[in-house]
């Protein structure tokens, strides 16, 4: 029978039993639930938490013997004894209101003081904390103004050292522009050595053009080759200027961004909307230099571009000098020769006019040899008549009968007009072979001063065509390398 006002419990809604282990403890869900959040700066200190709990009811350990196999609660009321029966006495009462009060007392002074000590704390912490945040501020402040000066610094060598880069470049295509000139004269100075090799005879001589022609090549070769150097000289050092540059504009740009990011932090406040936290950042050290070394970087950066500049201002004066010099050389030896072609060519001339002359009075005399050889010739022939007749009249005396074969006056002339006329043959006929031998030698001296006149006329003809190559010459910007 079950009474009024009870609930009747399902067996199967009371909790599973087992003989193996026994019931769990109760615990509080209020105790469990919470957990403490450390604030940053804080996490050290306790956090505060409430000190009271919920607890749950358990049931005494007796009581599931009590109820009935179906483990139902007691059918009966619980007694009322404690109705009957007082827990405390009233001095009990009283000495637990004294110390509740006591407790309170003791409990609010120590509240009062504890809230006035954590208001001057706060006063303090506050004013150290706004003391350390100026601190830091006028730190960055500092940091922003040393970045600003080797800021200047590295723009301003920077500025130098790309002026002083493009002047080099320029020597550079200078050097490069006068060597190329230098090569047409070059050109034609061996091409005017290659034509005089074509002269002949005895005008293939080492004279004063040939010598000047030989100087000028090797005058040229050799600037040709201190311009080349230079330049690569020149190409190094913008080598060494392009790194020098390279560490400039990196050291620049860090520095911007580190200005960047300075002034970003320069600028936050503590309503700034870009604050976060960032928990363990200040363990972290990721420095690589100290204000010394950071200074000192910046300072050897510097004086490396310093002294690359310096370097191209040497190499710049020094490639000024030289097309300046190889100028003058050059304009110098130039001149030179062609005061030697135009003074051999006028003694070419001067022996060409003379061979010519000779060569006029030379076929003069042979028209002349040649007259008188003809002149013998007929001479000689008038005179063989006269010799038959002396002959032929001394052969017919010869046929005189006996006494008659006198040797008379007519016999004497004879005589001697025979062995006259002989002589007289025989003086003519050598004068006819000396005038043949001098006909010979005039037309033998005709060929030399010919063959010499045909010399000089082509050794005329080169030196002219050399002196006509010769007329282009670079001029002096050109040969400075001014296009």
């Known amino acids: 029978m079950e009474f009024l006002g009870t609930t009747q419990t399902a067996s199967y809604c009371s909790p599973r039993r087992t003989c193996l282990f026994p019931d769990p403890p109760p615990t509080s869900i209020t105790q469990d639930s919470y957990q403490s959040y450390f604030l940053p700066g804080y996490r050290y200190l306790s956090s505060w938490r409430p000190s009271l709990f919920c607890k749950g009811s358990s049931v005494p350990p007796g009581a599931d013997e009590r109820l009935g196999p179906a483990r139902r609660p007691p059918t009966v009321l619980p007694s009322l004894r404690s109705a009957l029966h007082a827990r405390y006495s009233p001095h009990d009462w009283h000495q637990a209101n004294v110390a509740q009060l006591t407790g309170s007392e003791a409990s609010r002074r120590w509240a009062g003081k504890l809230n006035s000590d954590s208001m001057r704390l706060m006063q303090d912490k506050d004013q150290l904390t706004y003391q350390m945040q100026e601190g830091s501020r006028r730190n960055l402040g500092q940091r922003l103004s040393s970045l600003d000066f080797w800021r200047a610094e590295l723009v301003y060598e920077l500025d130098y050292l790309l002026t002083e880069s493009q002047a080099l470049e320029t020597a550079k295509k200078r050097l490069e522009c006068a060597a190329d000139e230098m090569q047409g004269p070059l050109k034609t100075a061996l091409e005017c050595l290659y034509n005089r090799e074509k002269r002949m005879g005895i005008d293939l001589v080492h004279d004063d053009v040939e010598k000047c022609l030989i100087k000028e090549v ?139 002359a000779q060569l006029a009075k030379t076929l003069q005399e042979i028209f002349q040899t040649e007259n008188t050889i003809m002149l013998l010739e007929r001479s000689i022939m008038a005179k063989e008549s006269p010799l038959k007749v002396a002959q032929t009249r001394l052969e017919e005396r010869t046929k005189r009968p006996n006494i008659e074969l006198c040797r008379d006056a007519p016999q004497f002339q004879l005589v001697n007009e025979v062995f006259t006329i002989d002589d007289t043959l025989q003086t003519l006929k050598q004068r006819l072979r000396e005038a043949h031998d001098t006909l010979q030698m005039l037309v ?28 282009t010459f670079p001029s002096s910007p050109r040969l400075v390398g001014y296009v």
């Open 218 to 356: 090797d005058l040229l070769k050799d600037w040709q080759a201190k311009m080349r150097k230079l330049a690569e000289r020149i190409n190094q050092q913008l080598g060494i200027n392009r790194d020098v540059q390279h560490a400039l504009e990196q050291d620049l740009s860090d520095k911007n961004s580190a200005h960047f990011i300075d002034e970003k932090c320069f600028n936050l406040r503590n309503t700034s909307d870009s604050i976060n936290f960032y928990h363990g950042v200040e363990k972290i050290d990721g420095t690589v230099s100290v204000p010394e070394t950071w200074a000192k970087f910046s300072e050897d950066n510097i004086k490396s571009s310093q002294r690359a500049r310096a370097n191209s201002v040497r190499l710049h004066d020094e490639t000024e000098a030289a097309l300046e010099t190889a100028s003058e050389e050059t304009w110098s030896r130039y001149t030179s020769t062609n005061l030697a072609f135009n003074k051999r060519i006028s003694e070419v001339a001067d022996a060409k006019n003379k061979l010519q």
């Open 444 to 471: 033998l001296n005709k060929s030399k001063l010919e063959h010499e006149l045909s010399v000089k006329t082509n050794s005329f003809i080169i030196d002219k065509k050399c002196m006509d190559m010769r007329k």
